[in-house]
Nanobody, 114 residues
Framework: QVPFVESGGGLVQAGGSLRLSCAAS????????IGWYRQAPGKQRELVGR???????YYRDSVKGRFTISRDSAKNTMYLQMSSLKPEDSAVYYC????????WGQGIQVTVSS
């Protein structure tokens, strides 16, 4: 059983919005720092942002003010709300616990058309 199941991706026009969801274990969502990553073709996987775990929130500069990470402990789910999307945001998105990485899920494709 994979620790994470991502959903909610798809094709969107530039300037549009999407919300990604990540189903995870109760302990993961409630206790740990949670984060979203992305990997574009030919590029390394990068941390998009993370929250919780007693650490200051972090978002990479390219998504600050546009992306927001949140969690719903009752649903054991974390979210990535993305707005003002740009073509360069196109990638496969993954969730994980940044300070104690677990096996990766399949990820979810986000494609932003210009």
């Amino acid at each position: 059983q994979v620790p994470f199941v991502e959903s909610g991706g798809g094709l969107v026009q530039a300037g549009g919005s999407l919300r990604l969801s990540c189903a995870a274990s109760e302990i993961t969502v409630v206790i740990n720092a949670i984060g979203w990553y992305r990997q574009a073709p030919g590029k390394q996987r990068e941390l998009v942002g993370r929250i919780g775990g007693g650490y200051p929130d972090y978002y990479r500069d390219s998504v600050k003010g546009r992306f927001t990470i949140s969690r719903d402990s009752a649903k054991n789910t974390m979210y990535l709300q993305m707005s003002s999307l740009k073509p360069e945001d196109s990638a496969v998105y993954y969730c994980n616990t940044p300070f104690q990485l677990q096996p990766w899920g399949q990820g979810i494709q986000v494609t932003v058309s210009s």
